[in-house]
Nanobody
């Protein structure tokens, strides 16, 4: 059983937007730091954004600051990644992860299988 499930990926044109969602499977993640990561073809997985358990603190990679917004709704047990002004270089598989230190990929205990985001030029 995959502990978290991502959704919302797809194909979008340059300048478009998508909202990714992440929900746990069979457990509650309301007390965990949640993070989004991405992996482009031929590249290593990289940190995108993370949010504290309360939603009071958020963290972003420099490459997405001002472009992406992470949020969470603990009542719905869901984390979101709003991605605006998308560029071809944002094309990647986006992964949601739970229970880690914000930007430290190796620290996260639970991962989803990823959702593909493709931005066409």
């Amino acid at each position: 059983q995959v502990p978290v499930v991502e959704s919302g990926g797809g194909l979008v044109q340059t300048g478009g937007f998508l909202r990714l969602s992440c929900a746990p499977s069979g457990r509650t993640f309301s007390s965990y730091v949640m993070g989004w990561f991405r992996q482009a073809p031929g590249k290593e997985r990289e940190f995108v954004a993370a949010i504290s358990w309360s939603g009071g603190s958020s963290y972003y990679a420099d490459s997405v600051k001002g472009q992406f917004t992470i949020s969470r709704d603990n009542a719905k047990n869901t984390v979101y990644l709003q991605m605006n002004s998308l560029k071809p270089e944002d094309t990647a598989v986006y992964y949601c992860a739970a229970d880690g230190n914000p930007a430290a990929i190796a620290s996260y205990d639970y991962w989803g299988q990823g959702t593909q985001v493709t931005v066409s030029s």
